[in-house]
C-alpha cells in the first residue's frame, strides 16, 4: 500500500502561483509514475502532469504546458507541481496518484493509489 497526502492548495488570484506537493508513505519504492490529476465541478477528471521514475520523462496537458512544472524528489518521496500563470479555468480539486508500473500513461484505472485531493481556486 501507498498513501498519498496532497499539500499547498488554497485561494490565489489569476496569474499568480502555487506549489502543491504530495508526500508518499507505506510502499513508496512501487511509486513508479506520478501524476497529478484534477477535477472540477460538472466536469471529468484531467490528467494533468506526469512524471517518470527517474524524471527524465514527463507529460503535461496542453492545457497547462509553459505554465506548470511537475518533479519529484525520490529522496523525499514527494513529487511536486509548481503551478505558474494560474487562470480561473485551473480552478479544481487537485490528485496525486501513483503507478507501480514502468511508462506514463493518463488513463485513471491505470493508477493504483490515490490521494484524497487539494483544493485549488483561482480568482479573476
Known amino acids: 500500500q501507498v498513501q498519498l497526502v496532497e499539500s499547498g492548495g488554497g485561494l490565489v488570484q489569476a496569474g499568480g502561483s502555487l506549489r502543491l506537493s504530495c508526500a508518499a508513505s507505506?510502499?513508496?519504492?512501487?511509486?513508479?509514475?506520478k501524476a497529478w490529476c484534477r477535477q472540477a465541478p460538472g466536469k471529468e477528471r484531467e490528467f494533468v502532469a506526469a512524471?517518470?521514475?527517474?524524471?527524465?520523462?514527463?507529460y503535461y496537458a496542453d492545457s497547462v504546458k509553459g505554465r506548470f512544472t511537475i518533479s519529484r524528489d525520490n529522496a523525499k518521496n514527494t513529487v511536486y507541481l509548481q503551478m505558474n500563470s494560474l487562470k480561473p479555468e485551473d480552478t479544481a480539486v487537485y490528485y496525486c496518484?501513483?503507478?507501480?508500473?514502468?511508462?506514463?500513461?493518463?488513463?485513471?484505472?491505470?493508477?493504483?493509489?490515490w490521494g484524497q485531493g487539494t483544493q485549488v481556486t483561482v480568482s479573476s
Open positions: 512524471i517518470n521514475w527517474s524524471g527524465g520523462s514527463t
Open positions: 496518484a501513483v503507478r507501480a508500473r514502468l511508462g506514463i500513461v493518463v488513463v485513471s484505472n491505470e493508477y493504483d493509489y
Open positions: 507505506g510502499r513508496t519504492f512501487s511509486a513508479l509514475v
